[in-house]
């Protein structure tokens, strides 16, 4: 007679029970993950991916997940600088005089020791505008020339819809972007090559700058993401891997963990190293005489804090105002000549900017038809869903 089968010790079906329930845990999270990212949460979406230890499982597109996630953290912890920049200019000159006197002293106490750890990069305060809307400007530049500049204004809260509209509309940038003769800047072609879902885009900007730039193209991919729900990511499971309660905690603002704010971030592309972000899209060739220039950053859209320098004399009500955080870094390819950074930092872009400003205005006063045109196009896809998400971002805190 055959033997009896063996049953299943109690341990080891608990051992599968377990390794079932962990699985299906996994599976929960990688498919949370995607809703997010599709529903433009992709810094929520990353952190939801970073919680799982074991890759094996994962797809493609949550290695997307985590390296556009990390993209935005990065711009995240970029405009976050502001938290301690405006305090931290206001006693430069102090600071300096501090340093030299410290260098002074170290040098010679320590005259036989050599420092091999560089000094890290400090923004500088170009200056504030002061009028409609209030903003200042800092920049820096890396041993590597790459020049980094840094923009912060609030507004109110009804001017957001307008202002994203000015910058989301690529096809209109000609319309508005300022011109120079002397030195010589100007936009000669801005263009939409797709649009990517209902925030994103690829556009391709040509520029003509004065010697020794000369003829630049940008080829740009922009994309948004919804950061205003903070902790949305934050799901707990019990031992059996049944899905409890869902935290979202809005009454905490948890700078490090982002929340509370809407992000565009603009990164440059290379149509021969960047294959998967184009998906098959056909770039047209350089012109001859241009070079393509690398650009990367992106704008911060946040309930303008209480105690930020910029905020005491702009219109609007208290609790809607918006802080705005433009920065961005671009490789020119050369080095820049510093008449050329003074006038790019001093004069272009802060003309630029109140510019971007003025014309949002024009918008919300129905000045400029092309703007209010595209706005009514696309308002239940995408103008309708971004004053939803306002709302939601004020009534935080």
Not at 109 to 127: D, F, H, L, V, Y
Not at 237 to 249: A, Q, T
Request: include cysteine.
């Amino acid at each position: 007679m055959d033997p009896s089968p063996s049953l299943p010790s109690p341990q080891a079906t608990n051992t599968n029970h377990d390794t079932h329930h962990t699985n299906n845990h996994c599976e929960e999270l990688l498919q949370q993950a995607k809703r997010l990212y599709k529903n433009d949460k992709i810094l929520s979406a990353r952190r939801l991916l970073l919680r799982i230890h074991d890759r094996a499982c994962f797809e493609p597109i949550h290695y997307r997940i985590l390296h556009e996630g990390l993209l935005f953290q990065q711009l995240l912890e970029e405009s976050n600088d502001h938290r301690h920049t405006n305090s931290n200019n206001k006693n430069d000159n102090n600071n300096k005089n501090d340093n030299n006197n410290n260098n002074n002293n170290n040098n010679n106490n320590n005259a036989n020791t050599t420092t091999t750890t560089p000094s890290k990069e400090e923004w500088i305060k170009q200056g504030e505008r002061h009028g409609r809307y209030n903003f200042c400007i800092y920049y820096k530049l890396s041993k590597d020339n790459h020049l980094t500049c840094r923009i912060e204004t609030p507004i109110e809260s009804e001017l957001l819809v307008p202002l994203l509209s000015v910058l989301n509309e690529s096809e209109l940038y000609q319309t508005w972007i300022p011109q120079y003769k002397v030195p010589k800047f100007e936009v000669v072609k801005s263009e939409k090559l797709r649009q990517i879902g209902r925030c994103g885009q690829i556009i391709l900007v040509e520029t003509d700058v004065q010697w020794p730039l000369g003829s630049r193209q940008l080829l740009l991919r922009a994309v948004a993401c919804d950061d205003i729900d903070i902790h949305l990511e934050s799901i707990e499971y019990s031992n059996d891997g049944e899905r409890l309660r869902g935290s979202c905690d809005h009454s905490t603002n948890d700078n490090k963990e982002g929340g509370g704010k809407i992000l565009v971030r603009i990164q440059s592309l290379d149509d021969e190293i960047d294959k998967e972000e184009l998906d098959g899209l056909d770039i047209p060739p350089t012109k001859k005489g241009y070079v393509r220039m690398e650009v990367q950053g992106g704008f911060v859209f946040e309930k303008c804090p209480a105690d930020h320098p910029m905020r005491e004399s702009t219109s609007g009500e208290d609790n809607d105002q918006v802080l705005v955080t433009f920065s961005f870094s671009v490789d020119p390819k050369l080095r820049i000549p510093q008449s050329l950074i003074n006038f790019f930092v001093r004069v272009a872009i802060g003309h630029l900017w109140g510019m971007f400003l003025r014309v949002a205005e024009d918008v919300k006063e129905g000045k400029r038809p092309a703007h209010s045109e595209a706005i009514a196009r696309k308002r239940e896809v995408l103008y309708d869903w971004v004053e939803e998400r306002a709302r939601v971002m004020l009534g935080r805190c």
